[in-house]
């Protein structure tokens, strides 16, 4: 079983960037599709950017379009998202997920606040 530990995270103001960043052990990430997605305060889980085992595939949410990138380094072990341009509407806890068939693993997240 892979597990995930997120890093990266703060308080920043609007406009400033941020590299969000998940290792992984246990398990090697290159037989892992991995993504990051977020949750603000009282709202639901949402997808965020996904790049799949050999980053043949990166679909990102439209919202983030342009202004957040992921990437992995499967010899690393570790998937991060560069995040751009950030906006108080990108406050949240940022999670990293990696799926292997239809079993999910989640790490414990890492808080990003954007101030206006």
């Known amino acids: 079983q892979v597990q995930l530990v997120e890093s990266g995270g703060g308080l920043v103001q609007a406009g400033a960037s941020l590299r969000l960043s998940c290792t992984a052990s246990g398990r090697t990430l290159s037989d892992y599709g991995m993504a990051w997605f977020r949750q603000a305060p009282g709202q639901e889980r949402e997808f965020v950017a996904a790049?799949?085992?050999?980053?043949?595939?990166?679909p990102y949410a439209d919202s983030v379009k342009g202004r957040f990138t992921i990437s992995r380094d499967n010899a690393k072990n570790t998937v991060d998202l560069r995040v751009t341009s950030l906006e108080p509407e990108d406050t949240a806890v940022y999670y990293c997920?990696?799926?292997?068939?239809?079993?999910?693993?989640w790490g414990q997240g890492t808080q990003v606040t954007v101030s206006s």
């Open positions: 790049i799949s085992r050999n980053a043949g595939s990166i």
């Open positions: 997920n990696a799926r292997q068939y239809s079993f999910d693993y």
